[in-house]
Structure formats: C-alpha cells, structure tokens
C-alpha cells in the first residue's frame, strides 16, 4: 500500500521552530523527488519546497527562504522540512507530495496542521 505520512505538526508562537517529516511506504522511495505545499485558511495551496530524489538539490518559495530547510534520509524513506522563525502567516495544512518524473506518478499524504500564534 502506496503512503506518505506527514507528521510534526503543532502550534508554535512566532519566532519558533518545527521539523516535519515525510515517511513514504509502498513505493521505490529513491526514485522520487518530494515537494512540499501548503494550504492555509481560505487559501489557495502553495508549493512551498522540493528535494531532488538524490538529495542533492533544493529549492524554496521566496516566502520561505532562509528560513525553511529540506533534507531526506533515504536509509530512513523519510524527508525533513525544517521550519525555522515562523510567522503567522506559516499557519496552514502541510502536505508532502512524492513525484517520479520519469512516470509523472504523483503521491500525496494526507497532511500535518501547523499553527503559528501567540
């Protein structure tokens, strides 16, 4: 059975820090670049960051940039999305997305709710 679960989510103040993680299961892990998106309250959703399948590349929204890190242990089918000086406006549901450019086979996960308040 093809998942990906995300998990680390949580309700931090401004200034704070999260890590999310991404565990996949069910499918060939490494052959997958993982984006992450977001969706918050009355929003659109938003790509928010991706790592190559390798691990060796990365790149972010600029509204998150510097901010934001993405690394993946694929010993572990696992991506990370470090989170750091959160803003309220982070607030949203998080979703980890695995795609197989080869394919265009997408996977998703079901999200992780963050909350950015004081």
């Known amino acids: 059975q093809v998942q990906l679960v995300e998990s680390g989510g949580a309700l931090v103040q401004p200034g704070g820090s999260l890590r999310l993680s991404c565990v996949a299961s069910g499918f060939t892990f490494t052959n997958y670049a993982i984006k992450w998106y977001r969706q918050g309250p009355g929003k659109e959703r938003e790509w928010v960051a991706r790592i190559t399948d390798t691990g060796g590349w990365t790149d972010y929204a600029e509204s998150v940039k510097g901010r934001f890190s993405n690394s993946r242990d694929n010993d572990k089918n696992t991506v990370y999305l470090q989170m750091n000086s959160l803003k309220p406006e982070d607030t949203a549901v998080y979703y980890c997305?695995?795609?197989?450019?080869?394919?265009?086979?997408?996977?998703w996960g079901q999200g992780t709710q963050v909350t950015v308040s004081s």
């Open positions: 997305n695995g795609h197989w450019a080869v394919t265009g086979q997408d996977y």
